[in-house]
């Protein structure tokens, strides 16, 4: 199993960024996905979940109505579109998922917001 992150990057607040994670090693197409993120002397916290089929689960209060996750099981891939970023926003993103009762996590992508 392999999560590969990518897309983080520095923006200012108000803009935008898209993550994207590739996946392969397992059928991407039969497991939810989840997003987390960890900020510099913070704990790990979930961003957004969703199922196999495409359907969002959930997400964080402090991102909703301003993140979006979705995948497409053609490409492995899910991916986390970010809009009007808050410097709070700034932290490691991880990809993650359950197989079979074990925890897969990418190495993550650093996204910074400052001005």
């Known amino acids: 199993v392999q999560l590969v992150e990518s897309g983080g990057g520095s923006v200012q607040p108000g803009g935008s960024l898209r993550l994207s994670c590739a996946a392969s090693?397992?059928?991407?197409?039969?497991?939810?996905m989840t997003w987390f993120r960890q900020a510099p002397g913070k704990e790990r916290e979930l961003v957004a979940r969703?199922?196999?089929?495409?359907?969002?689960?959930n997400y964080a209060d402090s991102v909703k109505g301003r993140f979006t996750i979705s995948r497409d099981n053609a490409k492995n891939t899910v991916y986390l579109e970010m809009n009007s970023l808050k410097p709070e926003d700034t932290a490691v993103y991880y990809c993650?998922?359950?197989?079979?009762?074990?925890?897969?996590w990418g190495k993550g992508t650093l996204v910074t917001v400052s001005s």
């Open positions: 993650y998922t359950r197989l079979y009762g074990s925890n897969y």
């Open positions: 969703i199922n196999s089929a495409g359907a969002p689960l």
């Open positions: 090693g397992f059928i991407f197409s039969s497991f939810a």
